[in-house]
């Protein structure tokens, strides 16, 4: 499995990728291939200011419904619309068209407790 550098990532198998105050959030290859088909992506959180950890959404499978998690605290500005109706795009492009929400960053200081892609793929090996 193939993850980008430049990206951070959480324990939670979130990735985020940020420039400036804007992020983008999505789900690590590693998650989507866990869960298996994605049929469902369930965001109602735009516009609210949320912490880090908190949920922000779910994402639902096949065989099972999972919460996505703030990997770090601030206003979701804009969920993927092609989400709607397409939900597979993250199971094709977790890195890519299958992003879920940007946020804006309120704490960038939060950035420094994240994963990077060494260490996630190090933390999925142990």
Do not use: C, R
Not at 48 to 74: Q, R
Not at 87 to 106: A, F, H, Q, R
Request: glycine share 10%.
């Amino acid at each position: 499995m193939t993850l980008p550098k430049n990206l951070k990532y959480t324990s939670e198998h979130e990735w985020i990728s940020v420039e400036g105050n804007v992020a983008v959030v999505g789900i690590t290859s590693f998650a989507q291939g866990e869960l298996g088909d994605i049929v469902f992506v369930e965001i109602e959180t735009e516009g609210e200011n949320l912490e880090k950890g908190e949920t922000f959404g779910t994402i639902e499978a096949v065989k099972t419904v999972s919460d996505l998690f703030m990997p770090v605290g601030g206003e979701v500005l804009e969920v993927n619309p092609a989400l709607e109706d397409s939900p597979e795009l993250v199971n094709k492009d977790p890195y890519g068209e299958g992003w879920l929400i940007k946020i804006t960053v309120t704490n960038p200081a939060e950035l420094d407790g994240l994963l990077s892609a060494e260490e996630y793929q190090a933390m999925l090996e142990a």
